[in-house]
């Protein structure tokens, strides 16, 4: 494992790691001149330069998503056909329709969902277009759409897609008639679709009243993943949401039932171990001229082991205290010496009962699990998690007294970096700034820093804000925090404080208040990519890829 991966977690890590490639903030980036009069031509400059700083197929995406949103889908649609180079643009069209429709610009995503030329494609953008359709108000239409899909792999889909949107407006008998129509598609089939349709359909069952219904599909959905075992083909995860939800409403009579297949399944695996040991001892002793055969009955199928923890993690934040607790009770039976729970399955269960125990208070049991972890590294980074959960419960006072326990250094940064977190998301920011100085790791001050500044703003101090956020070391760590002002600020302050962001962390940084703050700022990114990348490759115009046709014109200004 990498050094200091365990300690400070995947996401924590990976963002460390990035921020001190790219380096310290240089000395200049504090300088009140830099864009000092806020204006817009001045920062669209900025941005300009900027463009080829952010490349890459997510950074285009990301680019046509909020051209999209700024009502200029030709040019999204341009600049994703001027990718063509790469893999998958017909793919990230279908993705447009989807945005565009999510934005309210049903004429644009109907166009360009009929531009597209290969069948796939449309039929998969005519199942994109139908949720929007619905929120619009016209079920009668969005209906009409479902029922000209092409592929029968897409009905499911499509009509599933209808019953949520329509739910979400409140007619709740449509939804289950539709939802109803959603499972009729897709029949008895084991594909992922299936799975996630049942959860719709049962979600919108109980909404409407129909509890009777709504545990037959959740008993369907058991039924699949049966039927999966543990092969592993992606039911599990819906399982996962069907006792979430029944575990929420402080129904856990089908989470038993796992536990106990759990259970059994764990002990024959454990048995089948021993057996075998000793049939190898057997075999060791046996006349080695004498041929010995061991014939094992077929197992019976039980529920994949994952489940159990996938489950707490998923409800860890939603569910009520005592069901919690009853969940993480149940799970620490599994945890028993003779009950046959190891290896990974059996680390990951550990963990996810650790933090449920410590995000509902129950600190003494959450620590003398993770006492149990023979090796350091491992251990100081789940009490670490532990007193991330025990902050985000609101317990400050004890999880700053654990964090300052903490003997291992990134572990400590990672447990007080969660406690300014949280102190500063609750309004303390006093409390907060005054603790960020106790953190050992000089990227986790920095980016403690950060969520005080965002405090700040919120609280209506902009200008501390500021001061605060530049005392940030690392650039992108920097950016990070000024584009967080962004929003919160007056018109020229924020154009200003966007210019300093892109000059630290590039224009990624500020893209979603890019359009309010500097109208045309998306468009002379992607023009300015786009012109880079004729540049490059001379004689290229910007044509269609192949599978699409030119979207109607009368679009982009």
């Not at 959860?199 to 039924?223: C, K, S």
């Not at 021993?274 to 041929?291: I, K, M, T, Y």
């Not at 490059?536 to 109607?552: E, S």
């Amino acid at each position: 494992m990498l050094k200091g991966l365990a300690q400070w977690g995947q996401e924590l890590y990976w963002t460390r790691i990035g921020d001190q490639r790219l380096g310290l903030a240089p000395p200049g980036s504090r300088d009140p001149g830099l864009l000092r009069s806020g204006s817009t031509p001045c920062l669209l400059t900025v941005l300009r330069l900027a463009a080829h700083q952010e490349r890459g197929r997510r950074s285009d995406s990301d680019l046509a998503a909020a051209l999209v949103r700024a009502g200029r889908l030709a040019l999204a649609v341009e600049l994703v056909r001027s990718g063509a180079g790469r893999s998958g643009p017909e793919e990230d069209l279908v993705h447009l329709v989807r945005t565009a429709g999510e934005a309210g610009d049903l004429d644009g995503a109907r166009a360009l969902a009929e531009s597209l030329t290969d069948r796939a494609l449309r039929d998969s953008a005519l199942v994109a277009r139908i949720p929007a359709v619905a929120r619009a108000g016209d079920h009668e239409g969005a209906a009409g759409l479902a029922r000209t899909v092409r592929y029968p792999h897409n009905w499911p889909r499509a009509w599933a897609g209808l019953a949520k949107a329509v739910a979400d407006g409140g007619d709740l008998p449509a939804a289950l008639g539709y939802a109803a129509r959603a499972v009729e598609c897709a029949g008895a089939g084991a594909g992922a679709e299936s799975g996630r349709v049942l959860v719709t359909a049962m979600e919108i069952a109980y909404a409407a009243g129909d509890h009777v219904l709504a545990g037959v599909f959740a008993d369907r959905v058991e039924e699949l993943v049966r039927r999966e075992g543990r092969k592993g083909t992606g039911q599990r995860a819906f399982l996962v949401a069907v006792l979430a939800f029944e575990a929420r409403n402080g129904d856990l009579d089908r989470l038993d039932a796992v536990l106990r297949s759990v259970a059994r399944a764990a002990a024959a695996k454990a048995a089948e171990e021993a057996e075998a040991a000793a049939a190898g001892s057997r075999e060791r002793d046996a006349d080695p001229d004498v041929l010995c055969l061991t014939i094992r009955a077929r197992p019976s199928p039980h529920f994949d082991a994952r489940i159990v923890p996938e489950l707490l993690e998923a409800v860890a934040e939603s569910a009520d205290r005592d069901v919690a607790l009853a969940l993480a009770d149940r799970a620490e039976e599994l945890l028993r010496p003779d009950a046959g729970f190891e290896g990974f399955e059996g680390f990951a269960l550990r963990e996810a009962v650790t933090l449920l125990l410590a995000r509902h208070g129950q600190v003494e049991r959450a620590t003398a699990l993770a006492d149990r972890i023979v090796d350091p590294d491992l251990r100081a980074a789940r009490k670490a998690g532990v007193v991330e959960a025990l902050a985000r419960s609101g317990d400050t006072d004890r999880a700053e007294a654990l964090a300052h326990a903490l003997a291992d250094r990134r572990a400590r940064s990672r447990a007080l970096m969660a406690v300014v977190g949280e102190l500063a998301r609750r309004g303390d920011t006093a409390r907060a700034e005054a603790l960020v100085p106790a953190i050992p790791d000089r990227w986790g001050r920095g980016e403690a820093l950060a969520d005080v500044v965002g405090a700040l703003a919120r609280q209506g101090e902009p200008e501390r804000a500021e001061d605060l956020a530049h005392t940030i070391p690392h650039g992108r760590a920097r950016a990070r925090a000024l584009a967080a002002l962004v929003e919160r600020s007056e018109p020229a302050r924020a154009r200003r404080l966007a210019a300093r962001a892109v000059f630290l962390g590039g224009w990624a940084t500020v893209l979603d208040d890019l359009e309010e703050i500097a109208p045309g700022g998306i468009v002379a990114i992607a023009d300015e990519v786009m012109s880079r990348r004729r540049a490059r490759t001379p004689g290229t115009g910007g044509g269609a890829t192949a599978g699409t046709a030119p979207v109607p014109p009368g679009r982009r200004p």
